[in-house]
């Protein structure tokens, strides 16, 4: 079962424009009271070892509990819903400290109050 936090593999598919596309970690945002719930879909950030410093992205360092080989950056602009069945392996967890960060700038670029 996920569990929100799970860095994840995922095929994105064939990107368009400057989209996050084909096969990559993401990291799941989804609360964990609506993943308890037995959600078809969840919510997803894509990671890419390509950091690039944005304000749109939270730096993920690599270690053995999060599975990645690759310090990255977990792209918060390129937020996405995806069904639980794309979800191919799960790799490990960034811990609840770089969730709460990712959520907090999902929340800027979402203009949710906080």
Known sequence: MLTSGDVVMIDLGTPAGHEAGFRHPAVVVTAQRVIDGGA??????????RVRGFAS?????????NGLDLRSAAQCQHVRAVATG??????????????????????LILDVPG
Do not use: K, M, T, Y
């Open 40 to 49: 078809s879909v969840v919510q997803v950030v894509p990671l890419s070892s």
């Open 86 to 107: 794309r979800v191919e392996d799960r790799l490990g967890n960034i811990g609840g400290a770089l969730l709460a960060q990712i959520r907090e700038v999902l929340g």
């Open 57 to 65: 992205e939270v730096e993920v360092e690599a270690d053995p509990s």
